[in-house]
């Protein structure tokens, strides 16, 4: 008689960890672009987008606080999706990605809000041109933000995996009319949450604060964390 209830049981477990791993997906980057747009291919950050949104969408740039656009990646689906990367491949990122829910700004990806893992492959993730922008920001959202009405909300964390990160860096606003300099933080990660890193190479990643002023009257603006620039007094 306590045969059949011990395999019921054990079976109720296994069924019980299946549906747990199910929830997670698995996110194939399948083009080297920085984009965000609906053209069928699913880049790095339309990936981070899915991730957030748990759905294959992502905050249109065009309109941000508009209703969400449909893109090529898989959808998120729960816990620590894990974002594929191209092996050996290099991601070139030049601008800043439209977030509005970014605390931190200047970014070059989509602030992280859910677990995600990124499975780099040996791949690297490298900033080109003259703007200061990190790589990731990993923070939160407050229970029932929403883009237009999707939900938008949660906690972030992050596992990196065998991943390049090349040349990216953050820089403090500077003061103005006797304002000191803003600080400049997480050059190539500013994290909130959880972060992991695993057999991974970061290189020429920098962080710097702006750079203070001199006034012969009352102080003005100090230079802004985001890396914008103090006021003047007039």
Not at 13 to 27: D, F, H, K, V, Y
Not at 157 to 181: E, M, P, V, W, Y
Not at 197 to 225: K, L
């Amino acid at each position: 008689m306590l045969r059949p209830v011990r395999w019921r049981r054990a079976g109720a477990l296994l069924l019980g960890a299946i549906a747990l791993q199910a929830q997670a997906a698995t996110i194939n980057v399948t083009t080297t672009n920085q984009e965000v747009t609906n053209d069928g291919d699913c880049s790095l950050q339309e990936a981070i987008f899915a991730v957030n949104f748990q759905a294959s969408l992502a905050i249109d740039p065009a309109n941000l606080n508009g209703p969400p656009i449909t893109t090529g990646c898989t959808a998120g689906n729960g816990v620590s999706d894990t974002i594929v990367l191209q092996a050996g491949q290099v991601y070139q990122v030049s601008g800043i990605i439209q977030d509005q829910h970014n605390f931190a700004g200047m970014s070059a990806n989509p602030m992280i809000i859910r677990p995600v893992i990124i499975e780099g492959n040996g791949a690297r993730l490298e900033r080109v041109g003259g703007l200061n922008i990190r790589a990731f920001v990993v923070g939160e959202t407050a229970q029932g933000v929403t883009v237009d009405g999707t939900p938008y909300s949660g906690t972030g964390s992050l596992t990196i995996r065998n991943l390049h990160i090349k040349g990216f860096q953050a820089r403090g606003g500077n003061g103005n009319d006797g304002g000191g300099g803003g600080a400049g933080m997480g050059g190539a990660i500013y994290n909130t949450q959880t972060l992991l890193i695993e057999n991974s190479t970061f290189e020429a990643n920098t962080a710097t604060g702006g750079s203070g002023s001199v006034s012969t009257t009352d102080a003005g603006g100090g230079g802004g964390g985001l890396g914008g620039d103090g006021g003047n007094l007039a």
